[in-house]
T-cell receptor, first 114, second 113 residues
Framework: GAGVSQTPSNKVTEKGKYVELRCDPISGHTALYWYRQSLGQGPEFLIYFQGTGAADDSGLPNDRFFAVRPEGSVSTLKIQRTERGDSAVYLC????????????FGQGTRLTVV | SQQGEEDPQALSIQEGENATMNCSYKTSINNLQWYRQNSGRGLVHLILIRSNEREKHSGRLRVTLDTSKKSSSLLITASRAADTASYFCATRGSGAGSYQLTFGKGTKLSVIP
């Protein structure tokens, strides 16, 4: 596609449930990033992929969060046992390679845990 | 954790005026970037300035960087109502493996027609 695509755009889930958020990066972009943005804050880094491997997952808040990118393209962010504090907009970005300067962001998935 | 701090947190100006937003950061950087965000969703890249550059222009945008003070400013000249958005600075660290961007909390700009 022309840009980074994230699905769903909105997700409401009950506390304790499992959710998956999908990111489809720009074709040919090898670097993929996940960020989380709470209301009134800037995006906070979660995890970065170079190709299929997670090159840096230091931003994941705890072991309930996990992300994969099995074929080096689409990535899925998985959250287990969701908590109300997980409510935020989850943003995905991609760039041509890890040294590339500009990151292209998707429109985000707004996750609400009730 | 977030590295940068934007100043002011909110800015309201009349159409046609200039808008200046400032950003401070804490650690050494490879480059600093400014992004724009409408309605709390996707971010759009505006401009990038490298650590060895002091000033950069793009259309109505002017960015300055002072690495000795660890600060940057974004100037939008002749503002338009369509410039209303939140603006974030983001830094890319200079260390090996520093590939992610670290964002500030943003400045919410309102341009009144």
């Amino acid at each position: 596609g022309a840009g980074v695509s994230q699905t769903p755009s909105n997700k409401v889930t009950e506390k304790g449930k499992y959710v998956e958020l999908r990111c489809d990066p720009i074709s040919g972009h090898t670097a993929l990033y996940w960020y989380r943005q709470s209301l009134g804050q800037g995006p906070e880094f979660l995890i970065y992929f170079q190709g299929t491997g997670a090159a840096d997952d230091s931003g994941l808040p705890n072991d309930r969060f996990f992300a994969v990118r099995p074929e080096g393209s689409v990535s899925t962010l998985k959250i287990q046992r969701t908590e109300r504090g997980d409510s935020a907009v989850y943003l995905c970005a991609s760039s041509i390679n890890r040294g590339s300067t500009e990151a292209f962001f998707g429109q985000g998935t707004r996750l609400t845990v009730v | 954790s977030q590295q940068g701090e934007e100043d002011p947190q909110a800015l309201s100006i009349q159409e046609g005026e200039n808008a200046t937003m400032n950003c401070s950061y804490k650690t050494s950087i490879n480059n600093l970037q400014w992004y724009r965000q409408n309605s709390g969703r996707g971010l759009v890249h505006l401009i990038l300035i490298r650590s060895n550059e002091r000033e950069k222009h793009s259309g109505r945008l002017r960015v300055t960087l002072d690495t000795s003070k660890k600060s940057s400013s974004l100037l939008i000249t002749a503002s338009r109502a369509a410039d209303t958005a939140s603006y974030f600075c983001a830094t890319r660290g200079s260390g090996a493996g520093s590939y992610q961007l670290t964002f500030g909390k943003g400045t919410k700009l309102s341009v009144i027609p």
